[in-house]
């Protein structure tokens, strides 16, 4: 079992940069993947960005090349550098774990203003 807490979510013009931050409550390279996902109102919750312990990441279309997802195995945390930002990318957006089981943070909100 593991529970994910985001922070770094907030209010920001497009073309800004935001970075989230995601905690472990144990340690991540234990955790089969790590990742990102993201719920736009009225939409279902999408893929944004996954990281597996083994092979390579993934990206949505939509953000690849403008998203980064990176983990700090020392610190228990994974990260989501987004520059370019686009008021298409608000959303609520969740860190996601899986071992033995799916695991989500409780979200944190992201607002692109045009």
């Known amino acids: 079992q593991v529970q994910l807490e985001e922070s770094g979510g907030g209010l920001v013009q497009a073309g800004k940069s935001l970075r989230l931050s995601c905690a472990a409550s144990?340690?991540?390279?234990?955790?089969?993947?790590v990742g990102w996902y993201r719920q736009a109102p009225g939409k279902q919750r999408e893929l944004v960005a996954t990281?597996?312990?083994?092979?390579?990441?993934e990206y949505a279309p939509s953000v690849k090349g403008r998203f980064t997802i990176s983990r700090d195995n020392a610190k228990n945390m994974v990260y989501l550098q987004m520059n370019s930002l686009e008021p298409e990318d608000t959303g609520v957006y969740y860190c996601?774990?899986?071992?033995?089981?799916?695991?989500w943070g409780q979200g944190t909100q992201v607002t692109v203003s045009s």
């Open positions: 990281s597996p312990n083994v092979g390579n990441t």
């Open positions: 996601y774990a899986r071992i033995f089981g799916e695991y």
């Open positions: 144990r340690d991540i390279f234990t955790l089969n993947i």
